[in-house]
């Protein structure tokens, strides 16, 4: 299989959109305008082949929004659809690795936000899969995304409502076919941000998978005084508590450029197998990158409240 396109551009913009928008008063990141959104999301529009990540798992995401199959005999559990125009990369890499897309029975996500769950219902219409979410994620899928906190031009954020068929809570379990995925709720990103963790067998040994929801702070949202999510600051305090704690052999995320994607697939595409995702030093990092930014983005915005 050839290798991925190369995301350098991608890993920096998907970590840290605020960087690209210009700074305002006080360090905040602004608002983000439409053609800048609209520029960030086509950058992940790519497809790129699929690919078998070790045991039963699988990535069938674009360039730069992830989609990962886990695969059962019961059927299989799609995590994230990416953007509704993406939902063809998925079903066309289902359908190379050998599986059927009529067999997903489950469609789960990392946040409601329309670059993970747009495909949701145009998925949900070709399978007939069960949408699984957090009651908060819930509210925004059911909306079409119009329930969302975020401040950036409303339309960038829109895409086609799905109805939601099982609503998890945190420490739920998701099970088919003898898979099992835990649902850790790591709010803040989106009210219902969800981190998923299973444990992947391959190769006679098992590892420890999360499958991160994303911990950052969306440019323009603002941790104080934010009127439609005053727990923010709370919710992130206990999410970043949360992922520290969560056991991690190798960790995957929305976006291609937070579990260095590039890398690691170049990695597999040289026969390293399941090692070339290992990463337990990485997810600290990240999770560590992720506090870092919170901490700083407070800092700001308390200096700023100062008289
Ligand atoms: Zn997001």
Redesign the pocket.
């Known amino acids: 299989m050839r290798a991925p396109r190369s995301v350098p551009l991608l890993a920096i913009l998907a970590l840290l959109p605020c960087v690209r928008a210009a700074e305002t008063g006080g360090g905040l990141p602004p608002t983000p305008s439409r053609a800048w959104v609209q520029a960030l999301f086509d950058s992940w529009r790519a497809p790129v082949p699929p690919r078998h990540l070790g045991g039963n798992l699988y990535y069938v995401g674009a360039s730069g929004v992830s989609a990962w199959l886990i695969t059962t005999p019961a059927g299989h559990i799609l995590l994230d659809t990416g953007f509704e125009d993406t939902v063809p990369i998925i079903v066309r890499g289902v359908e190379q690795l050998g599986f059927k897309v009529t067999d997903i029975r489950l469609i789960l996500s990392?946040?409601a936000?329309?670059?993970?769950t747009g495909g949701h219902a145009l998925m949900k219409r070709t399978t007939g899969a069960e949408v699984v979410a957090s009651a908060a994620d819930a509210r925004v899928l059911e909306s079409g995304g119009a329930d969302d906190f975020l401040v950036w031009p409303k339309d960038t954020l829109l895409y086609a409502p799905v109805p939601v068929d099982r609503i998890i809570a945190d420490g739920d379990t998701v099970t088919l076919g003898g898979t099992t995925l835990t649902a850790h709720l790591t709010p803040g990103?989106?009210r219902g941000?969800t981190t998923w963790t299973m444990e992947l067998a391959d190769g006679g040994r098992s590892y420890q998978v999360v499958f991160f929801s994303?911990a950052?702070i969306?440019a323009g949202t603002r941790l104080l005084g934010n009127a439609a999510y005053p727990g923010i600051v709370a919710d992130l305090e206990q999410t970043l508590a949360t992922l520290k704690a969560l056991p991690c052999d190798l960790y995957l995320a929305?976006h291609g450029g937070q579990f260095a994607m590039a890398d690691k697939f170049a990695r597999l595409d040289r026969g390293e197998g399941v090692a070339a995702l290992v990463d337990p030093a990485g997810w600290r990092e990240l999770i560590a990158g992720a506090e870092r930014s919170f901490r700083d983005q407070l800092a700001r915005e308390q200096a700023l409240a100062q008289p």
């Not at 936000?113 to 993970?116: L, N, S, T, Y």
């Open positions: 990392s946040h936000h329309i670059d993970h990103h989106t941000a994303s950052s969306n929305p």
